[in-house]
T-cell receptor
Framework: DAKTTQPPSMDCAEGRAANLPCNHSTISGNEYVYWYRQIHSQGPQYIIHGLKNNETNEMASLIITEDRKSSTLILPHATLRDTAVYYCIVRVSGGGADGLTFGKGTHLIIQP | DTAVSQTPKYLVTQMGNDKSIKCEQNLGHDTMYWYKQDSKKFLKIMFSYNNKELIINETVPNRFSPKSPDKAHLNLHINSLELGDSAVYFC????????????FGPGTRLTVL
């Protein structure tokens, strides 16, 4: 799986859009970008994933650059409950039952 | 309805004891996992099972023995507990065809005294 780089922490005001960047410059053509988050004292939660097109679901939007070397997770209207550690993971879809490789992630703090 | 459940939520025990953590999923998934999250918050895969068969064992001491009685359950038994085993253990499940979308349980915080 390609390596990812994320800022260790970010702040965002409640009600504003939170934009979380991820660099994955060594991504391969068949690797997807996945985002998970872990709210304090809970298990990780799947958010969204994409290959090269932008994706949106009820939780977030994922913007992947044209060269696929970086991406941004967007929480459109952040709430206090979005305070969590966000993990960007790159891997081949359905790449076997070898588990997810979590890095250090970005600790997003939503300020009231 | 809880998708992935673990029991107990907290487990405090003495060094040298043997303990088990249970995991159950009601999502109809065929693949289950155990992850360990240490005090520095790093989350690492320990085991994965597909249809009750061990797929991955990531350099985990043999004091840890997962048991899968059926596809919906993956229990973790730990023998001769050590201080370094203190951590939060997460169970997860997925479909083998979609192993990237995993559903995690709430975690079991194990404290070894």
């Amino acid at each position: 799986d390609a390596k990812t780089t994320q800022p260790p922490s970010m702040d965002c005001a409640e009600g504003r859009a939170a934009n979380l960047p991820c660099n994955h410059s060594t991504i391969s053509g068949n690797e997807y970008v996945y985002w998970y988050r872990q709210i304090h004292s809970q298990g990780p939660q799947y958010i969204i994933h994409g290959l090269k097109n932008n994706e949106t679901n009820e939780m977030a939007s994922l913007i992947i650059t044209e060269d696929r070397k970086s991406s941004t997770l967007i929480l459109p209207h952040a709430t206090l409950r979005d305070t969590a550690v966000y993990y960007c993971i790159v891997r081949v879809s359905g790449g076997g039952a070898d588990g997810l490789t979590f890095g250090k992630g970005t600790h997003l703090i939503i300020q009231p | 309805d809880t998708a992935v459940s673990q029991t107990p939520k907290y487990l405090v025990t003495q060094m040298g004891n043997d303990k088990s953590i249970k995991c159950e999923q009601n999502l109809g998934h065929d693949t289950m996992y155990w992850y360990k999250q240490d005090s520095k918050k790093f989350l690492k895969i320990m085991f994965s099972y597909n249809n009750k068969e061990l797929i991955i064992n990531e350099t985990v001491p043999n004091r840890f023995s997962p048991k899968s009685p059926d596809k919906a359950h993956l229990n973790l038994h730990i023998n001769s507990l050590e201080l370094g085993d203190s951590a939060v253990y997460f169970c997860a499940s997925s479909l083998l065809t979609s192993t990237d979308t995993q559903y995690f349980g709430p975690g079991t915080r194990l404290t070894v005294l």
